[in-house]
């Protein structure tokens, strides 16, 4: 699109007349694999690389060759200081800055970190600004989550027996994360089980038509078919219903809801249904109805637990069943919400990741994994582990892996990688300590190149069935001390090999040496070498972790070709 596109009708000219200064910035972009923005000249005329053409939603491709203060207007009254602060010379950054856009045709909600840096030329003129960025919406809006959850998940239990109240404390936590649900509205079944009442509700600007009309319906459908229902056109059949304080935004209508059944343990039909406002300032994708199932997963527990106290022995059994339903509650939370900071990995041919938290917790851990598709047929694989547990180990686990990789994708040396992640953890509060393994896969060589922070030796097991143990690129964990010299080795990798990378979680026991649980994983990859990646991770899953650890587990399999 750039090679093609009509230069001449720009401020920047045609492509012969451009500078080198023009040229070199424009390359730099353009054969990077991080998100990059080019802003040159007065008019900050917009170049930009593929990473970067999905942040701009629907202006993309118009936004290539214009002015970016055209482009970026609903946001320019926050970009600008940082522009001029540039063009002065001066490089700015920015960490999960909130910026409301409309580049889908509505007022979205988005989060980004970004530096914008000076593009100087000989002389020391500045002709314009680099913008390197990376949109953390998607963990930012999990974090954020997390903690909902966390709250609904500690709620004590209601021993009074009251379901009222209990609900009315539920929503309590609701009514405090506006920004993700507007409204919450709780209806359950009279004794008799068929008609449904209102119970308690937050959030709520005007009352509307909530005995009959389009939620009533569906809360009965939902409660009929055990099925969520989507409720849309509420702005303008129930105007008003819901606008003060719905998120950082502003007062908006609120134009669509979902409707979840409250299933309790061992029950053939729902005890109600949570009625929970999207904001209109979000997109409803997969993880914001993950996030309401899981609370209305919480809810259900919650109304479940007071009709349990309430009923007494005749209903000890259904309390039981209750409990088992929030254990099975936490450990969801965790495993959505861990894979929700982790994001998506489309993982090459050849490899397999899985990751497990602790057995009954709501808390997120540090393990992490991380494959990165690098050029000329070579994988960049890294595991580690952060000290501690809950969302601050996630957040220094997220800021790790992001650095990781991109060190990855500029370095792919895992020595510098690790020796530049020494310096980034040196800064993050709850870095220091972190281990990390991390190598580089070629497979047109058939080599690994590997070092290691502090971490477990990766285990590489040859087709015949013999057993290294990487363990000779081994240093100190990061931010440990100043200019930590961090050594790499490189093996040959035969065709048929198999390489564990692992945290500790998959092999250590309190009642066992740690050598016993790498010893362990060893005579399962032996085992199952000739299987495929997903069935050997499958295999090495069930043999190591069906005692149910005390801590989280990842861990990364590739097969050599």
Not at 63 to 73: M, Q
Not at 87 to 103: N, W
Not at 188 to 201: C, I, N, S, W, Y
Not at 288 to 310: E, K, N, P, W
Request: hydrophobic share 45%; aromatic share 6%; glycine share 10%.
């Amino acid at each position: 699109m750039i090679l093609e596109h009509d230069w001449g009708t720009t401020a920047l000219g045609p492509q012969d007349d451009w500078s080198p200064t023009l040229r070199t910035a424009v390359s730099t972009a353009l054969n990077s694999r991080f998100p990059f923005l080019l802003m040159w000249g007065p008019e900050l005329v917009m170049v930009y690389n593929d990473d970067y053409a999905p942040m701009l939603g629907a202006r993309h491709p118009a936004a290539l060759g214009r002015s970016a203060r055209e482009v970026w207007s609903d946001i320019w009254d926050a970009l600008d200081p940082m522009v001029e602060e540039v063009m002065a010379g001066r490089a700015t950054y920015s960490e999960d800055l909130l910026l409301v856009m409309t580049r889908h045709g509505w007022e979205e909600e988005t989060y980004f970190s970004f530096s914008f840096s000076p593009v100087v030329e000989p002389g020391g003129r500045v002709v314009g600004l680099l913008d390197t960025v990376v949109e953390t919406t998607h963990r930012v809006l999990a974090a954020r989550r997390l903690g909902i959850l966390q709250r609904l998940g500690s709620l004590p239990r209601a021993a009074h027996g009251n379901t009222r109240e209990a609900v009315s404390t539920a929503l309590g936590i609701l009514a405090d994360a506006r920004s993700d649900c507007p409204f919450g509205i709780v209806y359950l079944t009279e004794d008799d089980g068929e008609q449904p009442r209102l119970v308690a509700a937050q959030g709520l600007s005007a009352q509307g038509d909530l005995v009959t009309g389009p939620i009533p319906e569906q809360v009965r459908q939902a409660m009929v078919t055990g099925q969520t229902r989507t409720v849309t056109g509420l702005a303008s059949q129930l105007p008003g219903l819901s606008t003060a304080g719905a998120g950082p935004i502003g007062g908006t209508d609120v134009d669509t809801a979902v409707v979840l059944p409250l299933t309790a343990a061992g029950a053939e039909r729902p005890v109600g249904a949570l009625v929970l406002g999207a904001s209109p300032h979000l997109a409803l994708d997969e993880d914001y109805r993950i996030f309401m199932s899981l609370a209305a997963g919480q809810v259900a527990a919650t109304v479940t637990d007071a009709q349990a106290v309430a009923a007494e022995r005749r209903r000890a059994e259904e309390r039981a069943q209750s409990e088992r339903a929030r254990a099975q509650f936490f450990s969801d939370v965790a495993v959505t919400l861990q894979r929700a900071v982790l994001g998506p990995t489309v993982l090459p041919e050849g490899f397999a990741v899985h990751y497990g938290p602790a057995t009954g917790t709501l808390e997120v851990g540090g393990d992490w994994y991380d494959v990165v598709d690098l050029p000329d047929g070579r994988y960049g694989v890294v595991v580690g582990d952060v000290v501690g547990r809950g969302l601050p180990a996630a957040a220094v686990m997220g800021q790790l892996r992001s650095a990781g990789r991109a060190l990855l994708l500029e370095s792919r040396s895992p020595a510098h990688v690790l020796s530049a992640l020494d310096r980034f953890a040196a800064l993050v509060p709850g870095a220091a300590v972190s281990t990390v393994f991390c190598a580089v896969i070629d497979g047109t060589t058939g080599s690994v190149r590997y070092s290691s922070a502090g971490h477990l030796p990766a285990l590489l097991v040859a087709a015949d069935g013999t057993v290294r143990h990487l363990e000779e690129g081994r240093a100190l964990p990061l931010a440990v001390v100043d200019g930590c010299e961090r050594p790499e080795v490189e093996v040959e990798v035969s065709a048929g090999s198999t390489l564990l990378l692992y945290t500790d979680g998959l092999v250590e026991r309190r009642d066992e040496a740690l050598d016993e649980g790498i010893g362990r994983a060893a005579d399962a990859l032996v085992e199952g070498r000739h299987l495929g990646p997903a069935q050997l991770g499958a295999l090495l899953t069930e043999r190591l972790l069906s005692d149910a650890p005390d801590d989280d587990v990842a861990f990364v399999l590739f097969r050599c070709g």
